[in-house]
């Protein structure tokens, strides 16, 4: 099984920073790869398809980038919708894994 | 952006049985996969299990032994099955609908709370 991971954990930052998450895979997927974005009691929303791919009516400050074991989301200017928790999932191989997520907080 | 409807019970007892079912109306069924995954309370996102519009069905191995996921295609529907419940399948179960890039549409989640 394709094991991921994600760092950090979790992260304060501020409206208007810059922000990158990673995402590991334990062994190589290409680019089948996505994020997702889940706020409290909601469910997941997908960003970034197929790595680097943005989601129709997805804000263009979001972006992905990676192929093959490491994968970044990168928020080019936190607006205040964006503090929430992501995920990344790979889709090459089952069983499908998500990483543990990584928490977004206001600083 | 289409959102698949889902019910089923919420409320069950240990080693009772799971039933969930999914739909999405007004559209063609076929032509995608259809995904179950659940989050604990306050935990991350587990994937369950996969039927691919060619019907083949994919399980998180995990759960493989207690898991069956079954489609209606005369009613557009799919559904879940988990048996034999523990404390520790409580968790917010979702449908979602994709194609080869993943699940896109996603249920609105069921709580599912296994208690005696």
């Known amino acids: 099984d394709i094991q991921m991971t994600q760092s950090p954990s979790s992260l304060s930052a501020s409206v208007g920073d810059r922000v990158t998450i990673t995402c590991r895979a334990s062994q190589g997927i290409r680019n089948d790869l996505g994020w997702y974005q889940q706020k409290p009691g909601k469910a997941p929303k997908r960003l970034i398809y197929?790595?680097?791919s943005l989601q129709s009516g997805v804000p263009s400050r979001f972006s992905g980038s990676g192929s093959g074991t490491e994968f970044t989301l990168t928020i080019s200017s936190l607006q205040p919708e964006d503090f929430a928790t992501y995920y990344c999932?790979?889709?090459?191989?089952?069983?499908?894994?998500f990483g543990p997520g990584t928490k977004l907080e206001i600083k | 952006q289409v959102q698949p409807q889902q019910w089923g019970a919420g409320l069950l007892k240990p080693s009772e049985t799971l039933s969930l079912t999914c739909a999405v109306y007004g559209e063609s069924f076929s032509g995608y996969y259809w995904s179950w995954i659940r989050q604990p309370p306050g935990k991350g996102l587990e994937w369950i299990g996969e039927i691919n519009y060619r019907g083949r069905i994919n399980y998180n191995p995990s759960l493989k032994s207690r898991v069956t996921i079954s489609v209606d295609t005369s009613k557009s529907q799919f559904s879940l099955k988990l048996n034999s419940l523990t404390a520790a399948d409580t968790a917010v179960y979702y449908c979602?609908?994709?194609?080869?890039?993943?699940?896109?549409?996603w249920g609105q989640g069921t709580l599912v709370t296994v208690s005696s």
């Open positions: 999932l790979q889709h090459n191989t089952y069983p499908r894994s």
């Open positions: 979602a609908r994709g194609m080869i890039w993943g699940p896109n549409d």
């Open positions: 197929a790595a680097s």
